[in-house]
């Protein structure tokens, strides 16, 4: 499953005619030792969604054809966490960042003791890690690698169990509740495993906000005419592009129905970037670029990524492509 969200950038960049930032969240891959009847791997997602939804401004698109995308381009084989893999889904969603995880370690313990001061004592702990890894889509610089967020809660009940007083409970017995109860539940979530959920989400969420908050808001149009390395497209002057901006250039990903029921089949297949220079704004929305890539097309999706603006630069520098491509290289050597 592939969820995917659109926020306004906050920076300089933004103008009334900005395209919002677009995320896309794979479903969290389940790598822990958990086995048991929860869907792990759904709930933690629909948590992060929420979260990023609801700290980050991002909204929630329509599912159904980004899963689609995840589901046709990373095999049961593929490391979700590997960048080139995930941008390929990031890309075919039409999003600008795309966001994958797995869920390392996931459990509730019990813990028996005997205070010769007070009698009993019972220690429970929550403890849920994942690994997280964000992409720039549009152009592969990878802004998070395989990062750890961690929730870990524990929480020490000292009563009087030896004389079976008031803070009397028996851990195997409340563990075990906890456990048969539906994941959703109020018992669950106000358990120490509930609150390490939410304390690994609202962790996960915070490094993802920092590195997506520095992504400008990714201007798109089309390339309307190629004449040598003259490359023509329709953004101009009303997105805010000036000369010197780096633009990327790469056929589109279209989405293949079914010409009666409109069923989706699957996806035309993504082809590699081309980088672009700005070099003349001849209108509103008419721009010239430059490229030494031959192969751009008239009907190539054109993504803005980054430019001077006010003395700094914004968005993605050209040297952060060059080693984000140098270290796919490597990778695939």
Not at 18 to 23: K, T, Y
Not at 117 to 140: P, Y
Not at 274 to 285: G, N, P, S, Y
């Amino acid at each position: 499953m592939c969820l995917a969200w659109t926020a306004l950038a906050g920076s300089a960049l933004d103008s009334p005619t900005a395209a919002p930032v677009r995320v896309a969240l794979i479903r969290l891959e389940n790598r822990s030792s958990y086995n048991g009847p929860w869907d792990i791997s759904r709930h933690l997602s629909r948590q992060l969604q929420s979260s990023l939804s609801a700290n980050t401004g991002m909204q929630a698109a329509p599912a159904a054809d980004v899963s689609e995308a995840s589901h046709s381009l990373l095999n049961l084989s593929d490391d979700v966490l590997d960048a080139r893999k995930i941008r390929a889904v990031g890309r075919a969603c039409g999003s600008d960042i795309v966001i994958s995880g797995t869920i390392d370690h996931f459990t509730l313990e019990g813990q028996s003791g005997i205070s010769y001061r007070v009698g009993g004592l019972e220690r429970f702990v929550g403890e849920v890690t994942l690994t997280i890894t964000v992409v720039d889509a549009r152009s592969g610089a990878v802004l998070m690698d395989r990062r750890t967020a961690t929730g870990k809660i524990s929480d020490n009940d000292v009563g009087l169990a030896l004389l079976k007083g008031p803070g009397y409970r028996e851990t195997t017995n409340i563990l075990q509740v906890i456990w048969d109860s539906p994941i959703d539940t109020d018992l669950v979530q106000g358990s120490v495993l509930g609150r390490a959920m939410q304390m690994v989400v609202a962790d996960a969420t915070a490094q993802i906000s920092r590195v997506v908050s520095g992504v400008a808001s990714g201007r798109e149009g089309r390339v309307v005419r190629v004449r040598g390395q003259d490359i023509y497209i329709n953004l101009g002057s009303e997105d805010d592009l000036r000369p010197g901006d780096l633009v990327l250039i790469w056929p589109s990903v279209e989405v293949l129905r079914d010409p009666k029921t409109s069923v989706m089949l699957g996806l035309t297949k993504p082809g590699s970037a081309a980088e672009a220079a700005v070099q003349e704004i001849r209108d509103k929305r008419l721009a010239i670029c430059r490229s030494t890539d031959n192969s751009v097309r008239e009907g190539d999706v054109v993504r803005f990524v980054g430019g001077q603006r006010e003395g700094k630069w914004v968005g993605v520098r050209p040297e952060r492509l060059n080693s984000a491509e140098e270290g796919y290289s490597r990778k695939g050597e």
